[in-house]
C-alpha cells in the first residue's frame, strides 16, 4: 500500500476507538446514573435501545447521502458528532433540568457520530488498495475491542483515583480521541468503494435472496455481542454482586480483550483459516458462553462465561461485513450501510431482549441472557446457509 494512505488507515483504527468510547462508556455508568437520577432498570435498558436506535436512522440515511455529501465530509463530521455527544453527556442532564432528558440528549448527538462512523469505517479500508481484505478488515475491528478496553481499564482507574462522583470530568476526557482524529481524517487521502454508477442499484440488492441473508446474519451478530457487552457490567455488579472494580474488570474489560484478541488473531493468520469455519466454530462457542454465564454455579466461572463470549464473538460483525464484499462485491456504500444498520438492529434489539425477558421474570438478568442464546444458534445456521449460496 502506498505510504499516503496509512494516514487513512490510522485514523480508520482510531475511528474504531471513538465508536468504542461512544457504545462503551455510559454503560459503565448505569448503576450511578440509577442512583444519582433515580432512574429504573427498564429505563437504563431504553438508553441503550436508544442509543442503536439513533444509529439505525443515521445508518439508513447515510446509505442516500453519504455518497453526495462526500466521505471525507461526512467522516469528519461523525467525529464532530461524537465529541459534541461525550461532553454534553456530563453537561445536558444539568443543564436541561429533567436529568434523563439531558442523558437521551447526549446520546442523540453522539450516536449521530457513531452511527456515521460505523457506516464509513469499514467501505474506507475496504477501499484502500491492499491485499487480503477479510484479514484487514478483522485487524480493523479489533480497534473496537482495544478502544473498549482502554475504556474499561482508564475509566476503572480513574473511578478509584479520582472518584466516580466526578464522571463528568471524564467524559471531557474520552472526547479528546474523537477531537484529535477529527484533524486526522481532515488531512488523510480517502478512496471510495465503488465509483458512482458503478455500485448496484438499492432496488436491486433489495430484490436479492443473498443480501437478506447478510442482513439477518448481522443482526445475530450484533444482537450476540451486545446483549453480553451492554448487560456484563451490570450483570456483575448487580446479579453476581461482585464490586465494580472487579466486576467490571472480569466482566465488560475481558469480554473486550479476549474479543480484540480474535479479531487481531484473525487480522495476522486469516489467509490461512476458512472464514466460514472460523465463524461456524464461533457460533458454538458463543452459544455455550452464554450458558457458562447463567449456569455456572460460583460468580468467578459466570464472569468467565462473559470472557468466553467476547472470544467468540469476535469474528462475527467484521467475518460477515467481509463475507458480503466477497459474494457481493458490486454492493457499493449503501450495502454497508444497510449492513450497519442490520448490526445496529441487532445490538439495539438484544440487549432490549434481554432487559425485557429479565423484566417479565421479576428483574432476573440471568433468564434474560439465556433467551439470547438464540442468537448465535441462527448465525451458525445462515454461515452453513451460505456454503450453499453462489456469489
Known amino acids: 500500500m502506498e505510504k499516503k494512505y496509512y494516514r487513512t488507515l490510522y485514523a480508520s483504527y482510531l475511528g474504531y ?52 455529501i462526500g466521505y471525507k465530509i461526512s467522516i469528519v463530521a461523525a467525529h464532530l458528532f461524537s465529541v459534541t455527544g461525550l461532553v454534553g453527556l456530563g453537561l445536558f442532564p444539568g443543564l436541561l433540568g429533567n436529568p434523563y432528558g439531558g442523558l437521551m440528549l447526549a446520546i442523540t448527538v453522539y450516536a449521530i457520530g457513531g452511527g456515521l462512523i460505523e457506516v464509513l469505517v469499514s467501505p474506507i479500508v475496504q477501499a484502500l488498495p ?7 478488515m478483522s485487524l480493523l475491528h479489533s480497534f473496537y475491542c482495544w478502544g473498549h478496553v482502554l475504556v474499561v481499564i482508564l475509566s476503572t482507574v480513574f473511578f478509584n483515583v479520582v472518584g466516580i462522583n466526578n464522571w463528568r470530568m471524564l467524559t471531557v476526557i474520552w472526547a479528546a480521541v474523537p477531537f484529535v482524529n477529527m484533524f486526522l481524517y481532515a488531512g488523510a487521502p480517502i478512496k471510495v468503494l465503488v465509483e458512482k454508477g458503478e455500485a448496484l442499484p438499492v432496488k436491486k440488492l433489495f430484490t436479492m435472496k443473498i443480501f437478506w441473508l447478510f442482513f439477518l446474519l448481522m443482526i445475530c451478530s450484533g444482537a450476540a455481542e ?5 448487560w456484563a457490567s451490570y450483570f456483575a455488579e448487580s446479579g453476581l454482586k461482585v464490586s465494580k472494580t472487579l466486576g467490571d474488570l472480569m466482566g465488560p474489560c475481558m469480554f473486550a480483550v479476549l474479543m480484540g484478541a480474535s479479531r487481531t488473531f484473525y487480522g495476522v493468520k486469516g489467509e490461512k483459516i476458512p472464514l466460514k469455519k472460523f465463524i461456524s466454530i464461533s457460533s458454538v462457542l458463543c452459544a455455550l458462553s452464554y450458558l457458562l454465564a447463567v449456569f455456572a454455579p460460583v460468580p468467578v466461572l459466570s464472569l468467565v462465561g462473559c470472557a468466553l463470549c467476547g472470544l467468540s464473538v469476535g469474528i462475527m460483525w467484521p467475518g460477515v461485513f467481509s463475507l458480503g464484499a ?12 444497510f449492513f450497519a444498520l442490520a448490526g445496529d438492529i441487532g445490538c439495539s434489539g438484544g440487549p432490549s431482549v434481554v432487559g425485557v425477558i429479565s423484566n417479565a421474570f421479576g428483574g432476573n438478568l440471568k433468564t434474560g441472557l439465556f433467551a439470547a442464546i438464540v442468537f448465535p444458534v441462527i448465525l451458525l445456521i445462515g454461515v452453513n446457509r451460505l456454503r450453499r449460496s453462489v456469489k
Open 17 to 68: 476507538v471513538t465508536q468504542a468510547i461512544v457504545n462503551n462508556f455510559a454503560p459503565l455508568l448505569f448503576v450511578t446514573f440509577q442512583r444519582e437520577f433515580s432512574i429504573s432498570v427498564a429505563q437504563i435498558g431504553f438508553l441503550v435501545t436508544y442509543n442503536f436506535a439513533v444509529q439505525m436512522i443515521v445508518d439508513l440515511l447515510a446509505a442516500k447521502y453519504v455518497e453526495k
Open 130 to 136: 491492499m491485499d487480503e481484505k477479510s484479514s484487514a
Open 226 to 230: 451486545q446483549a453480553m457487552s451492554q
Open 326 to 337: 466477497e459474494y457481493c462485491p458490486q454492493g457499493g456504500t449503501a450495502m454497508f450501510a
